[in-house]
């Protein structure tokens, strides 16, 4: 099968295993069967599928994946106070490194609402639903939701780097606490030990709990750095520490901490 024919392979697939998608049919447009494909991977519950199906998503995948350009953590400049600490713009997805983080929700399987925008939902989209399997297991032998500010290791599967860790940000409602800041401060913490036992050399950290879980941007930041900082020079690690940023505000915000 050619790229186009396994994307139309697995939508069908996936149609075919629940049947309460009778009747839908494939578009034609490339577009509107990928937003298909992800929707349907989306809201998919983990379950067992055939090793066929994972071998041609793997290779579909991988191909998508590569498709947009890759940024290598070893192209990346360091910020001229820490030659440890990075600074980058754009999408975590598309970063060769050892780990990223995912801002995830306390049950841990991914973002179910299909095609939406947030980082939780575009890493299991691009990683699969091994991703979301692997998940399910680790809760299931967990048998509790995740706490906040804690951590999870999983492989990376289809993207380029080699792991994922999941941590579950403070929701802030109403006037920032210290509590919160404090379950912040143990989502890096949390991320940068359990990375660290797992020999993670590199790791990229989104800017966890900003947007749609309401921490404000600027604190969230001072954050981030102080905890890094304050975890790099206790433990002596010479582990390489990149601050991904998605919006121009948190450039600007992350550019005058780190290069001030």
């Known amino acids: 099968m050619n790229h186009a024919e396994q994307r139309v392979w697995m939508i069908q697939q996936l149609l075919d295993e629940d049947l309460n998608y009778k009747g839908y049919t494939i578009p034609n447009d490339t577009n509107e069967q990928k937003d298909m494909l992800r929707a349907l991977m989306n809201v ?8 066929e199906f994972l071998d041609i998503q793997d290779e579909y995948l991988k191909e998508e994946n590569n498709s947009v350009k890759i940024t290598d953590v070893n192209d990346l400049t360091p910020t001229k ?29 991914g973002c179910f609402q299909p095609l939406h925008f947030c980082a ?4 299991h989209s691009k990683s699969g639903i091994q991703l979301r399997g692997e998940c399910f297991r680790i809760m299931k032998k967990q048998g509790h939701p995740e706490p906040t500010g804690q951590a999870k290791i999983t492989p990376a599967y289809n993207l380029p780097c080699d792991y994922i ?22 989502c890096y913490k949390s991320c940068l030990d359990l990375a660290d036992k797992n020999g993670v050399t590199e790791i990229a950290f989104c800017c966890i709990s900003t947007g749609v879980f309401m921490f404000p941007n600027q604190r969230a930041a001072e954050i981030a750095v102080e905890t890094v900082r304050k975890w790099l020079n206790e433990t002596g690690s010479e582990m390489k520490i ?19």
């Open 81 to 109: 106070n820490d030659d440890r600490l990075y600074l980058w713009q754009g999408d975590i997805t598309a970063l060769r490194i050892s780990a990223i983080t995912n801002p995830a929700n306390d049950r841990m399987c």
């Open 44 to 51: 998919r519950e983990p379950k067992p599928i055939s090793q």
């Open 242 to 260: 990149v601050f991904n940023v998605f919006k121009d505000l948190d450039f600007k915000i992350y550019e005058k901490l780190l290069n001030g």
């Open 165 to 186: 860790l999941h941590t579950v940000g403070p929701i802030v409602q109403g006037p920032l606490t210290k509590k919160h800041e404090d379950l912040l401060a143990s």
């Open 120 to 123: 939780d939902n575009i890493i």
